[in-house]
């Protein structure tokens, strides 16, 4: 059974700091591209940060460059996103997906979320 579980949400205030970890199983978790994306009352699900599957190439939007960095052990089945500079503007429900391409076919997983609230 497929689960990705994701942890370390919470209050914050802004400048803060939070470290988010997804911990992925029933799935070859060294095979998988590993993304975090928001998504903020009322706006589409978006793409925050997306990493590798063996962490050698990153990929970050713009509203996070130089705050956010996404990381992953393999070892552990984990993916973090280390937030920092916390803004207003990223409160929102943070969800992990782990995604693959094998030729024509593509798989993708989520996890359930983790609500970020940042606010002095």
């Known amino acids: 059974q497929v689960q990705l579980v994701e942890s370390g949400g919470g209050l914050v205030q802004p400048g803060g700091s939070l470290r988010l970890s997804c911990a992925a199983s029933g799935f070859t978790f060294s095979r998988y591209t590993m993304s975090w994306y928001c998504q903020a009352q009322g706006k589409e699900r978006e793409l925050v940060a997306a990493i590798t599957s063996f962490g050698d190439s990153t990929t970050y939007a713009d509203s996070v460059k130089g705050r956010f960095t996404i990381s992953r052990d393999n070892a552990k089945n984990t993916v973090y996103l280390q937030m920092s500079s916390l803004k207003p503007e990223d409160t929102a429900v943070y969800y992990c997906?782990?995604?693959?391409?094998?030729?024509?076919?593509?798989?993708?997983?989520w996890g359930q979320g983790t609500q970020v609230t940042v606010s002095s």
């Open positions: 997906k782990a995604d693959r391409n094998v030729g024509a076919i593509y798989n993708d997983y």
